[in-house]
């Protein structure tokens, strides 16, 4: 594995080419998801450096059936640890968790991805240091034509530029709500959050609240926010954010998973019971036949 030092940013703008490569080499154009994907359910995992190699290999050692399983149990994880970021995060889940059928084409390109990203030391990024880049901004701006980018009427504001705009802003103080209405990935939280580190205190005391028209890049900003440690207080909306309702729908579409999942937990606890109760009455007739018996 191709062990990676120096600037951080310049190790995930490596990656991201590298990445683009070899899906675009396996798998051609599209689906651009899914290469996303990969690298962000990857990145969720952070092992210790003690555990790197392990991991590494164990996940290189997957075919790309065992891999797409393996990439299914992530996901599900975060699904019942993140309930409200579910529907943001979709865009990225969809692939392994939604109704389409992946191909074993795709399986084979996503495997590929990942092999390549942890052999380009992918999990040194997913220390401390995922707190000072956007990865994930990274792979999507690269995956991404030049074209595409200008058709959706976009751009990337470059790390460096979003830390100094916080700079002269201020750093944010526990219970300050920071709001983008153009949020893309979450680079202006990164730097905000950066601040608030900076000044001593905890990104998570904070409410964060971003809205953006493209659903890929928010969805990237959703897995930011766990990877950034930025805390449960936020609200991401997919949508105009000129429009009157756009926050009522975000509340709304971050509140459902929330109450299903707590529903079905609800469920499971009655059925675990009621399942309790009918072996305990199975076992006392079969005692009380047993002692008929004798």
């Known amino acids: 594995m191709a062990r990676s030092g120096g600037d951080p940013h310049e190790h995930a703008q490596k990656i991201a080419a590298r990445v683009d490569e070899v899906w675009h080499s396996w798998h051609g154009h599209g689906d651009l998801e899914v290469p996303v994907s990969v690298v962000a359910v990857l990145s969720l995992l952070a092992p210790p450096p003690s555990r790197r190699d392990t991991l590494v290999n164990a996940i290189s050692a997957l075919d790309p059936d065992g891999f ?30 939604g109704d389409r059928q992946m191909t074993p084409e795709t399986a084979r390109a996503a495997r ?30 690269t995956v991404r034509t030049a074209s595409a980018w200008k058709a959706r009427g976009q751009y990337y504001t470059p790390a460096s530029v979003t830390d100094v705009m916080a700079r002269l802003v201020g750093a944010p103080v526990p219970g300050q709500s920071i709001g983008d209405p153009a949020c893309g990935t979450g680079g202006m939280f990164r730097a905000a959050a950066a601040a608030m580190r900076e000044a001593g205190n905890d990104p998570a005391t904070a409410s964060w609240e ?3 028209v493209d659903e890929l890049a928010v969805a990237c900003c959703a897995i930011n926010v766990v990877l950034w440690g930025l805390g449960t207080n936020v609200l991401l909306g997919v949508g105009n ?12 579409e971050r509140r459902e998973p929330v109450v299903l999942m707590k529903q079905l937990s609800a469920l499971k606890a009655v059925m675990d019971l009621t399942d309790t109760q009918r072996r305990r009455s199975v076992s006392s007739s079969t005692d009380a036949m047993t002692g008929d018996e004798r």
């Open 68 to 97: 797409a399983d393996l990439v299914r149990r992530m996901w599900k994880e975060f699904v019942l640890a993140r309930p409200d970021l579910v529907n943001r995060a979709w865009p990225l889940i969809e692939p392994w968790l």
């Open 241 to 252: 954010t000129l429009t009157a309702d756009w926050r009522e729908r975000a509340l709304a």
């Open 210 to 212: 971003g809205n953006d």
């Open 112 to 141: 590929a991805v990942a092999h390549e990203a942890l052999r380009r030391d992918l999990f040194a990024l997913t220390d401390t240091t995922r707190w000072e880049i956007d990865l994930l901004g990274a792979l999507l701006t």
